[in-house]
């Protein structure tokens, strides 16, 4: 088994274990308080998961940017930055231009990084913290700490029966279907759409898959066209209606588990991705071209270097 596949396997315990931590952090955002949120990759797709859930639990105008991309002259009540590493120079740099502007809160898996005097308060989720490069584990866990800390949210499950749902996405063998695809796009609405985006950038992390990721409204309006034979519609949550006999008019493979949790859903397609790259002789744990954090040479006073 490769680190990334054991990896992917402990989020039930850690979407448990994530859940309990939010019950005792005082530094969430407040209901009503105007909040933004920020990372690069993955942690920039949980952002966007994480201000849809907020603005859906009725708490407040929520949005999401990527670190590089955000509006540092728009006034926020808080800025909320997720970053495994504690390194990534874009995040590191937001924070230090936001210091004494605006109430900075990070979450990280390891609090001996820089992130830790940058921002003003720290979540450390160090125990879903990760060997491999592709995030699975954390990224999760860092939504369900923020999902946890919302309550109640309409028509989303409360993150223990996340976990119920993501149990059997460990254990569940895959579709033939699914693994024999040669491409695959991933919708989701609301929420989901945030984990749509993570799916299929997990699939061309680890397995150099070719993917894509839309809303799933906007399936109808282009993206239909790559869809066909040997091809997957997977669709995070409910299956909006009258697509399935789209997917099915072009030939294509709908794959949905609308009762599962859209987070647990992901679980799938990051089993999926590690799952593809052995078939084709990659190392899912070391893909090509990638690093751990990204640093930049001659940015945050530091120089070039990959954790």
Known sequence: MSRTAAEIATQPADWRRAAEAAAAFEGLPRPGERVAVTGCGTSWFMAIAYAALREAAGQGETDAFAASEFPVGRAYDRVVAITRSGTTTEVLELLTALRGRVPTLALTA???TPVAGA???LAVLDWADEESVVQTRFATTALAFLRAGLGEVP???PVAEAAVDAELAVTEPLPEAVL????WTFLGRGWAYGLALEAGLKMREAAGAWTEAYPAMEYRHGPIAITGPGRV???FGALPEGLAGEVARVGGTLHDHATADP?????RAQRLAVTLAEARGQDPDRP???TRSVVLEG???SPARHL
């Not at 024999?180 to 491409?183: K, S, T, Y």
């Not at 987070?263 to 679980?267: V, W």
């Open 233 to 235: 519609t997977w669709v």
């Open 110 to 112: 390891d609090p001996r």
């Open 288 to 290: 090509r071209n990638l």
């Open 263 to 267: 987070m647990a859903d992901l679980i």
């Open 299 to 301: 940015r945050s006073g």
């Open 155 to 157: 028509g989303v499950k």
């Open 119 to 121: 921002a003003d308060t």
């Open 180 to 183: 024999e695809a040669e491409q």
